[in-house]
């Protein structure tokens, strides 16, 4: 569905990405991640057709983006990190407008416009947009990228800002587009929810890839499952030979690096009239991944 290939943009002697190369297939959710300056909202913006690149090559849905910007619109809805809407327009009138934009019918319009509303359990009750909540106004910007019923979403940040219930009910949504079929690409800075939903995910640094992949590939690049033993432990000088320990919760905690370590812990705990309590295993994170990369 989505294939990049050398991907540059410069703005004179600084350059925003440097030759990035990816590909996204039909019904995948790809995210795009990095610290601040990474490069994440220009690569979005050339998927969207907003901006040229310098150099390379983007196809979408068959569609050579450079050279046929026109045909993306078609098949393709953009949601940008702010939710700008026309705030003195009801929900009907700006969805409507959009709708005829895309040059719809206005039977096509009207259902499409339903459809929309309920399956974001939007209720807007004739008023305002200007009046509603950030987490309303977020789901009448996501209902006007969809209007047109595209094939490909660029989301930026789409639940940025929003409050734990509305930024979980997106989330769900973005699921459920999925499994319709479209394909996603977006950025998020909530890193456990690009855990959650990306198929692949691609991390950037000052406009380069770093790390491509999905999560259990990710986490073989930055290192496998760690463990983590909490225990009971009458005298804790035994321990200080096998590793470095806290305290908390009433507990000692020691992290080790594979079983043959986890082992090792556990037998002197044991032995020296400690008790294990717990023993939890742990995979790297996004979190850590983009602590280790650095800015």
Do not use: W
């Not at 929003?162 to 989330?171: A, G, V």
């Not at 456990?192 to 990306?198: H, K």
């Not at 033993?229 to 594979?258: A, K, N, Q, T, W």
């Amino acid at each position: 569905m989505i294939t990049a290939s050398g991907l540059t943009k410069t703005y004179g002697l600084y350059k925003a990405l440097d030759h990035v190369s990816f590909g996204c297939g039909d019904g995948e959710i790809f995210g795009v991640i990095g610290h601040n300056g990474a490069g994440k909202t220009t690569m979005l913006k050339i998927l969207s057709g907003l901006i040229d690149p310098t150099e390379g090559r983007l196809e979408i849905g068959g569609i050579d983006v450079l050279s046929d910007p026109d045909h993306l619109k078609r098949i393709l809805g953009y949601l940008p990190e702010e939710s700008r809407l026309y705030e003195t327009m009801t929900v009907d009138e700006y969805l409507r407008f959009f709708g005829e934009i895309y040059a719809l019918d206005r039977q096509t319009i009207e259902r499409r416009k339903r459809e929309l509303l309920e399956s974001l359990s939007l209720d807007p009750d004739g008023k305002k947009m200007g009046e509603f909540s950030k987490g309303m106004k977020r789901k009448v910007a996501i209902a006007r990228s969809l209007i047109h019923n595209p094939s490909v979403l660029i989301y930026d940040e789409p639940t940025s800002g929003l409050d734990p219930m509305t930024s979980r009910y997106i989330i769900d949504y973005l699921k459920d587009l999925r499994n319709e079929g479209k394909t996603i690409v977006l950025s998020a800075h909530n890193l456990y929810q690009v855990e959650e939903i990306c198929n692949k995910v691609m991390i950037l640094r000052r406009g380069k890839v770093v790390a491509m992949g999905n999560m259990h590939e990710l986490r073989e690049m930055f290192g496998s499952i760690s463990y983590r033993i909490s225990f009971h432990m009458p005298d804790i000088s035994h321990l200080e030979s096998c590793r470095e320990y806290s305290f908390e919760g009433g507990l000692y905690h020691v992290s080790v690096p594979d079983i043959g370590e986890m082992n090792r812990c556990t037998e002197v705990i044991g032995r020296h009239g400690g008790r294990v309590e717990r023993i939890e295993s742990h995979y790297p994170t996004l979190e850590e991944m983009l602590i280790r990369i650095g800015k």
